[in-house]
């Protein structure tokens, strides 16, 4: 992979914040027969609770799928599972660590780890990947293992999902366009939401691209990136009110006028406008819109790179889903070996394959390609992708820039104030923290 930027970052305001194996069977199936068995867990049966963020039915039962053939592996361990929509689980958590009453194992976001990993809340899982000389370690994309880390631990392990551009072709040809010719330039998306929008008696029926416009700052950095830029620098300052990217919110907000834009809630738990086939156009992944591909068929929806932006960037939005274990978790062996199971190849291939999440893998790219356009597309994209940059700042910087989207959306400042203004004081709050 050529260029991902994943790092992790002590973050120092995370409150109003929430927002993507071994490479052989024998060396795991060897370890699982005696790995929960140590120490005190060796008599009796290991319950690990466990929670992962999202409800919809793809994912829940693909969590389910490994679960059931873990515990046939390991008759003496129960996983007990939880499912929290992602608008509530990062605060659901929050209150379950505060209270002491955490889980065993757990996913995070991708910013909620690097917002919360310097809290001392999480199992550095290093001791038990040297103890078992764990083959995934190589295995694994070393930019993809290297997003779980701090300060020389690993603490967390991520199923990485990347926003590549999909589209819907029934809707293309509906619009006369050419349902095999997404845009291909940066301005072309815009051209293209207006030719795609459908409104009818100044309602708009269907959008011609999906961008959220509250807690919207995802499909925000798909398009800031292909301009070349990010919303906060190498030191973690803001730079969302830059002029590129003054011009870019401008254009976000004319399509919203224009009823190109559905309004939408970034973290709404029944999906976004494309996921609803209300939109043409979105950066999405294959994970956020396995249900849709499931209803409308995979022959109606398209995947391509990122458009190029004017210096030709196509760079592509980087998350996931990180599984990590509780720091004060009474059974780390069992909960190491559930992180373990989960990304043995057979086991996160298949995982994967259902829900639309990459296999971090190297050993499997071939395996995971070859199904389809959409992992083919979503495989080629981690050449040049990029999730959150490491800053201490993340949270604050996160927390003004969704402020200044809402405040231009809805026309309570203009867009250039609006970026300024809320920059401002991100920058104010930053150094009141210093």
Known sequence: MKKVTLGLAVVLSTAAIL???SSGNSESSASSANASSNGTEKSEKVTLKFWYPGTDEILTGAVKDVIT????AHTDIHVEPTFIPWADYFQKLTVAYSGGLQPDVH????GQLISTVNQGKYLDLTPYIQKDQWAGEKDFFPDILEAG???SGQYGLLLPEIRPLAWRKDFFKEAGLDPETPPKTFDEIFDFAEKLKVVNGGTTERAGIDIQTSNGEQSYLSLLFLLGEDFYDAD???????PKSIELVQKMVDLYKSGAIIPSNQQ??????????????SFTSAQGIAELRKTVGEENIGWALPPAGPEGERTALMLGTFLTAAQKTKHPEAAWEFIKFFFED???LEFTTKTGAIPPLQSLKDDYVKLGPAYAAAFEALNDAKG??????????VKYLRLALEEAYNGIRPVEEALKANADLAREEIESAK
Do not use: H, R
Request: hydrophobic share 30%; aromatic share 14%.
């Open 236 to 242: 973690g300052n803001p730079t969302f009110d830059s």
């Open 346 to 348: 057979d086991n996160v």
């Open 69 to 72: 053939k873990f515990e046939q």
């Open 149 to 151: 880390q701090y300060k």
């Open 19 to 21: 927002s993507a194996c």
């Open 107 to 110: 996913g995070l976001g991708f």
């Open 268 to 281: 709404q738990i029944n999906g976004t406008p494309f996921q609803n086939s209300q939109a043409a156009i």
């Open 388 to 397: 959150y940059g490491a800053s201490g700042n993340w949270a604050i910087n």
